[in-house]
């Protein structure tokens, strides 16, 4: 008999699959030298969105072993 596979812990920390199967992800380059970046630019960044194109059969693949 088989071994299950395991889910990556890593990317299961980092990225939340919705109830309609899209992947929420966090925005990069939030966490150092933020005193270069203007307020504007950080708020933007505050905001999570989703992962889009070839990355979502990628990390759901990832996420569901």
Known sequence: MRNKM???????KRFKLTGTGKIKRRKAYKSHILT??????KMGLRQATYLTG?????IKSV???
């Open 6 to 12: 395991k889910s990556h812990r890593g990317a299961m």
């Open 36 to 41: 270069k970046k203007s307020a504007k630019r």
């Open 54 to 58: 070839a990355d979502i059969k990628r």
């Open 63 to 65: 996420l569901s072993k």
